[in-house]
């Protein structure tokens, strides 16, 4: 939906998410929760919260009701709750803006013990908004489409349950490109190149590529290699009919599709894209020094 009246910097309504029964997360929402009702905000408060608060009169929706209802939503947690909640947001007109509540994160700005300037900042509207894009995954047999879902970070082909080897072809925008014997195949975004795709072994994409990421998982062969492909691509996997096990396509690690061998998978950008809003001075590469220990500047 669209929200034309809006000006740049304007959040009138804000969505509070976080984790339910979780007490830092919960007590970093309450400070929340208390310094936007100072400012005059209109808050609405993720259902899943409910009983977790202690606040009277609080307006509770769901994440399809925060993403109609809402100009923002701040979602208090890891990198992982982040992705959960972006997959349901991505699909209308809000901003979201992370207070990190996990390990790593690089998905959440805000610092859960100094939130209140930098917030205050991007309430005012001095932010940066960056547009990620999603991944669609796509399952279909004998033609038919039995199954679906997104991705922020990645998509993966892999067998099911155990380890094990399984071969597939990939083709790109129906051009043939590798018969590929491996432990399974990551489709990284950008997003998701800092995520599983790196401990694979995989690149780091920049934010703002538009690009896709093809990592082979322990490939039989020594020349298997990464590829990185035009974002607007369509990638299509087709197992081999002589793999002897189930296989799956999971999505950021939560969702995944059943594939059996015959089957054949779509991967392709969504139309839809995630909001993410950052402070005024965020720097990717900071949050890389920051994250992975790299070198300071020698002067």
Known sequence: ?????????????????G????????????????????????IVVDVRLRGDFEEANI??????GIGQKCDLAIVVGGDGYML??????????????????????????????DFEQPLTEVLEGNYQTENRFLLEAQVYSHGHLKSSSTAVNEAVLHPDKIAHMIEFEIYVNDNFMINQRAD????????????????????ILTPK?????????????????????????????????S??????ISCDSHV???????DEVIIKKTQHQLKLVHPQNYNYFHVLHTKFGWGHKLY
Do not use: C, W
């Open 1 to 17: 939906m669209s929200r034309d009246n809006k000006q740049q910097g304007e959040f009138k309504t804000i969505g509070l998410i």
């Open 19 to 42: 984790k339910p029964k979780h007490s830092e997360a919960l007590q970093t929402l309450t400070s929340l929760y208390q310094f936007l009702q100072a400012r005059g905000h209109n």
């Open 59 to 64: 307006n509770y929706e769901n994440l399809v």
């Open 84 to 113: 959960g909640a972006a997959r349901v947001l991505a699909r209308f007109d809000i901003s979201v803006i992370g207070v990190n509540r996990g390990n790593l994160g690089f998905l959440t700005d805000l610092d859960p013990d």
């Open 184 to 203: 399974g195949l990551i489709l990284s975004t950008p997003t998701g190149s800092t995520a599983y795709s790196l401990s694979g072994g995989g690149t």
């Open 209 to 241: 590529l538009d690009a896709i990421s093809l990592l082979p998982m322990f490939p039989h062969t020594l020349n298997s290699r990464p590829v990185v492909i035009d974002a607007n691509s369509v990638v299509r996997l087709k197992p081999a009919l």
């Open 243 to 248: 793999n002897t096990t189930e296989m799956q």
């Open 256 to 262: 995944n599709l059943s594939v059996l061998p015959g």
